[in-house]
């Protein structure tokens, strides 16, 4: 069964790229397949690294997030030092757990007794940990703990594909919003050149000017003035049905 399991989530985390999802979405999949996948889980929660500190992005259940907002707030716990070390973490009793003595009596008061951590390892670095947690005492043993790394390692590339696909379309939005920008302040420059006669040098320090007096953007004030010229330039048109050589 076992096996069985650990093949529909191998399964699963090869189709998360295909679609829509966004990258929350994907790495909660990732957390649910690994409920799904290891032997006496009940809950999961994947940690990415950003600025080189680990933080939890997704939990499969809400036990989870609080368990490692306490792990965060005290700078211990088996996430951390998954990531720090590159190895697997293992406990069945946290509550008496030495490696972490601050946060496995917290987390035991809190009825939660067994962590299975693993680093979420590439060729060249660690991108973050997959931690599942059982109410049990001696939840994860050796199968587990087997079926965990064997799930970690493609786990590690459907995340890291995961994040770097959302910084590309992060970035493919934020370009095009900045060609936007730049078609729009280039049509406002030309309406200030064309009102004052001034050179494109001038006009854009007039529109830098008029910004920081209006406490607006230069991008902002720019669609105003072309939003702005559009209206006027309507208003001037003759109405339908008008002559517009007519006195």
């Known amino acids: 069964m076992t096996d069985d399991d650990l093949a529909a989530s191998l399964a699963g985390l090869s189709g998360l790229l295909i679609g829509h999802r966004s990258l929350r979405e994907t ?3 990732i957390a649910e397949f690994a409920v799904q996948a290891i032997p006496g889980a009940q809950g999961a929660g994947l940690a990415m ?3 080189d500190q680990p933080r939890t992005v997704v939990a499969s259940a809400e036990f989870v997030q609080a368990v490692d907002d306490v792990q965060y707030r ?3 716990g088996p996430c951390l030092l998954a990531v720090e070390s590159g190895c697997t973490q293992v406990s069945g009793s946290l509550g008496g757990e030495a490696r972490w003595p601050r946060f496995g009596p917290r987390v035991g008061r809190m009825g939660v007794h067994s962590v299975l951590s693993l680093p979420l390892l590439l060729p060249d670095r660690v991108v973050g940990a997959m931690t599942v947690y059982a109410h049990a005492k001696n939840a994860f043993g050796p199968d587990a703990v087997r079926v965990g790394e064997l799930f970690a390692r493609p786990a590690a590339v459907s995340a890291h594909n995961a994040q770097v696909l959302a910084q590309s379309q992060r970035l493919a939005v934020q370009l095009q ?4 920008s730049r078609a729009v302040i280039d049509q406002a420059l030309g309406v200030i050149m064309s009102r004052t006669g001034s050179g494109p040098e001038e006009a854009f320090e007039r529109l830098r000017t008029m910004s920081r007096s209006q406490h607006l953007k230069v991008a902002q004030l720019a669609q105003r003035l072309v939003d702005e010229a559009i209206r006027r ?3 001037r048109q ?3 049905g008008q002559d517009p050589t007519a006195p």
């Open 27 to 29: 790495l909660l999949h």
């Open 49 to 51: 690294r950003t600025d």
């Open 74 to 76: 005290l700078g211990e």
């Open 177 to 180: 919003e900045a060609l936007t």
């Open 233 to 235: 330039a309507r208003a």
């Open 238 to 240: 003759p109405s339908a």
